[in-house]
């Protein structure tokens, strides 16, 4: 599809042979069995789930910050066998670092925007976690209202630090246009988080639960992930 071949000038395929160490993969295990762009981008008609990957972490004040966490990840998901075999998976390597981080922001928005409108779901392996906003802008290009979630101790609203990895959900709870219909910040640590900023949460109704509320009512928390986007620190 033209949309796809589009976006393959923004990843770079997965080296395959480093990641599993020459080592190749069994019969039933991930890496062998979804559809990895390697030397061709892969056909991505049934499709379900796409992952990305994206090492970018200059937000987080790294001057050559981009990260291996992407292919840390799939060393260890390659390995793991495959149970669903309803759900078909692609999985299309990693976004090409920009010039700027803010150029790696618009990259991975773009590759998001096109996969979201083939309606394919996206797994984004990621750098640090402002690239939460890029994903956020992706559903913004579209005028689409959601719901999104975010897993992590801290609550990146650090309006005092000059990087964005401390500051950015500012931009995604107050921009404007803003197309945000509820959000869930889940599993934030007491200790890490003034209280001014749990009661302005409030105020906006927004839901937040501290890690022991999660331990002792996980189940609570499936419902909340599935119906949302979601990002994980």
Same mark, same amino acid.
């Given at each position: 599809m033209p949309d796809h071949l589009n976006i393959s000038d923004f990843l770079d395929p997965v080296d395959i042979h480093a990641i599993s160490q020459d %080592?190749?993969?069994k019969d039933g295990q991930l890496g062998k069995t979804i559809a990895i762009y390697q030397? %061709?981008?892969p056909d991505l008609d049934d499709a379900q789930l796409v992952i990305v990957g994206c090492g970018e972490q200059r937000g987080s004040g790294l001057i050559h910050g981009h990260s291996p966490a992407p292919?840390?990840?799939r060393r260890n998901l390659y390995n793991l066998y495959y149970w669903h075999q309803d759900i078909t998976?692609?999985?299309?390597g990693n976004i090409k670092a920009g010039s700027l981080f803010t150029d790696s922001y618009a990259a991975l928005k773009t590759v998001v925007?096109?996969?979201i409108n083939d309606g394919k779901t996206v797994i984004i392996l990621g750098g640090s976690h402002?690239?939460?906003l890029a994903q956020y802008q992706a559903y913004v290009?579209?005028?689409r209202a959601i719901e999104a979630s975010c897993i992590d101790a801290l609550i990146d609203l650090n309006l005092d630090s000059p990087f964005r990895h401390e500051n950015f959900l500012m931009e995604v709870l107050t921009g404007e246009p803003n197309y945000l219909r509820h959000y869930n910040?889940?599993?934030?640590q007491s200790y890490y988080v003034h209280p001014r900023m749990l009661e302005t949460m409030d105020k906006l109704r927004f839901d937040c639960f501290r890690v022991g509320h999660v331990k002792e009512n996980i189940e609570e928390m499936e419902p909340v992930i599935r119906n949302s986007l979601c990002t994980c620190q």
């Open positions: %080592e190749g993969y030397e %061709e981008f292919d840390i990840i998976i692609a999985d299309l925007h096109e996969l402002d690239l939460t290009e579209n005028k910040h889940i599993g934030f």
